[in-house]
């Protein structure tokens, strides 16, 4: 339903989307925080309030005549397998895309997330610069952050450094012009935008139980959706250890509190297959525009399936298709040199260093094998 309050009509279609359960004292500052954004503040935001037994509708109610802009606050009560932040994400961002349009742009947040003031001046140079999805930045709150033990801040820190290595090993074996470096890692959704028009061909949120947010970045990558993940685009979360939803971030830190896991993150892996990884994405993108182009393809296809170790076959049975990361998910995922392989943690500083060596090897033109050996007449990317 919604709440009436002094706004004023928006200036451009963009709308805010926030998921909302059991928030009363997360939600004001939420809101608060979107409503002094430098500039461009949202022309609407919709608050799916789902299986909420505090007073987080009254407290919306109360502060929503002095907000600059209109809220729609929708309420439900969603069976217990239903009732996580997937499925309310998911109906939040359905109702804003109806509020903004085709040609509208979508922001989704957390219910305890405090944008920064220029989150969406940031947001909006991005898609100035080309992309049809942003993701921004998630930030423990420093205060809340004091809670946490000291050697898991240094544990993160640590598999952010390597993450951030391996990442930089796709942009030089692979760039992205569309994500130029610098970049981060993050699809969190406490800081993801995108037009209406991507997330329409998405297939919008994947009503998840946990990870909705990896999910929906998946589908907008495998319809070759231009996608910028915005160091300067950020937003402050609580690190609270009791949250909402199972598997979530506070169930992660509470659970490495307890115990810390003994395996990184599953997006990280050594940092040998990753060079093959990104290598393997610049070829194929080589051979789908040669097809793309109506040009024989036949060498490409040979030179990928070499670097694979499967037969030609293999590849050209699976890199034909509409979009060129349908062609990448399909091949990445039945291609037995590409399965990922976790990282212990016990192992992150050796593996750490091997990354820091590829890095290093890439930005002098060389090209460095799994075994550590060094090819100077190998270009890093296919000619």
């Known amino acids: ?228 993940h915005a160091p300067d685009v950020q937003v402050t979360v609580s690190g609270r250890t009791l949250g909402r939803a199972r598997g979530g971030m506070a169930d992660t830190i509470a659970r490495r509190m307890a115990r810390q896991d003994a395996l990184l993150d599953d997006s990280l892996e050594p940092a040998g297959d990753c060079l093959r990884r990104a290598r393997a994405r610049a070829w194929l993108r080589r051979l789908y525009d040669e097809r793309r182009m109506g040009i024989d393809a036949q060498a490409s296809t040979a030179g990928l399936a070499a670097l694979l170790g499967v037969p030609p076959r293999h590849v050209a049975h699976r890199t034909t298709g509409p979009f060129f990361g349908l062609c990448w998910e399909r091949l990445e995922t039945e291609t037995p040199s590409l399965q990922r392989r976790r990282v212990q943690r016990r192992d992150l500083a050796r593996h750490h260093a091997r990354a820091m060596y590829i890095v290093a090897g890439l930005l002098e033109g060389t090209c460095v094998l799994n075994d550590g050996q060094e090819l100077r007449s190998a270009p890093v990317t296919p000619l």
Not at 21 to 38: F, K, N, T, V, Y
Not at 49 to 78: I, K
Request: glycine share 6%; proline share 9%.
């Open 1 to 228: 339903m919604p709440v009436p309050n002094r706004s004023h009509s928006p200036r451009l279609p963009i709308v805010a989307a926030i998921p909302v359960r059991d928030e009363e004292s997360r939600i004001g500052p939420c809101l608060r925080a979107l409503a002094a954004q430098d500039e461009n503040t949202p022309g609407h935001v919709v608050l799916l309030v789902n299986n909420t037994t505090d007073g987080t509708v009254a407290c919306v109610r109360d502060m929503a005549p002095s907000l600059p802009f209109p809220l729609t606050v929708a309420c439900r009560v969603y069976p217990d397998a239903q009732a996580h932040a997937g499925t309310a994400r998911r109906e939040a961002m359905e109702i804003a895309a109806g509020i903004a349009g085709a040609d509208g742009i979508l922001l989704t947040t957390d219910a305890d997330g405090i944008a920064a003031p220029d989150w969406i001046a940031r947001t909006l140079s991005a898609f100035a610069a080309g992309a049809q999805v942003v993701c921004g930045r998630a930030r423990i709150d420093p205060v809340e952050a004091l809670a946490i033990p000291a050697h898991l801040h240094r544990d993160d820190e640590r598999e952010v450094a390597y993450g951030t290595m391996l990442d930089r090993i796709h942009d030089l074996a692979n760039p992205d012009p569309f994500d130029p470096w610098p970049r981060h890692t993050e699809h969190s959704g406490a800081s993801i935008a995108v037009t209406v028009a991507a997330w329409t061909r998405a297939g919008g949120i994947p009503a998840l139980p946990i990870a909705e947010d990896r999910a929906f970045v998946a589908a907008l990558r495998r319809i070759d959706s231009p996608i910028r």
